[in-house]
């Protein structure tokens, strides 16, 4: 009997080893973003800092010279430009995140249709190995009642 050669092996494997190379991209890509809200968040609490750090000084009933007050001005306009562009990277690799996830989804969902495609050829190639089983034990059934008569 032939073995079983699923004529789209090949195929089925350079699918996989993409669905990998995708899975790979999209974690990464899933880092990065996590990464990106991370630095956000010490941004942020940077600022609360500094205004914290600013609001002691004011309240304190001290004197507070021009200079100092255009400093922390100078710092938390520093700091809120920071934080709106980590927001647009955040903005961005989330948007890379989503395409990574996309082309995930598609590749799956092809390797899943060759992989059924192999299964059902799988299933016809053991249909017709039944058949041929099944027809080479009819063939000994009748010589054997041919010989008995």
């Given amino acids: 009997m032939k073995k079983f050669k699923f004529q789209l092996e090949t195929l089925l494997n350079v699918t996989r080893r993409k669905k990998d190379d995708a899975e790979i991209k999209f974690a990464e890509a899933s880092r990065k973003l996590e990464e990106c809200r991370a630095k956000l968040q010490v941004l942020l609490r940077e600022l609360a800092e500094g205004q914290h750090e600013f609001a002691e000084k004011t309240s304190a009933g001290k004197t ?86």
């Fill in 64 to 149: 507070i010279t021009v200079n100092v007050i255009m400093m922390y001005n100078s710092f938390f306009n520093w700091k809120r430009h920071q934080i709106e562009e980590q927001q647009q990277i955040i903005l961005r690799a989330t948007q890379d995140k989503q395409v990574k996830l996309k082309l995930l989804m598609q590749l799956m969902t092809y390797l899943k249709s060759i992989e059924q495609l192999k299964e059902k050829r799988r299933n016809e190639y053991n249909a017709e190995l039944l058949a041929e089983e099944q027809k080479l034990l009819d063939e000994i059934g009748l010589q054997l009642s041919m010989r008995g008569q």
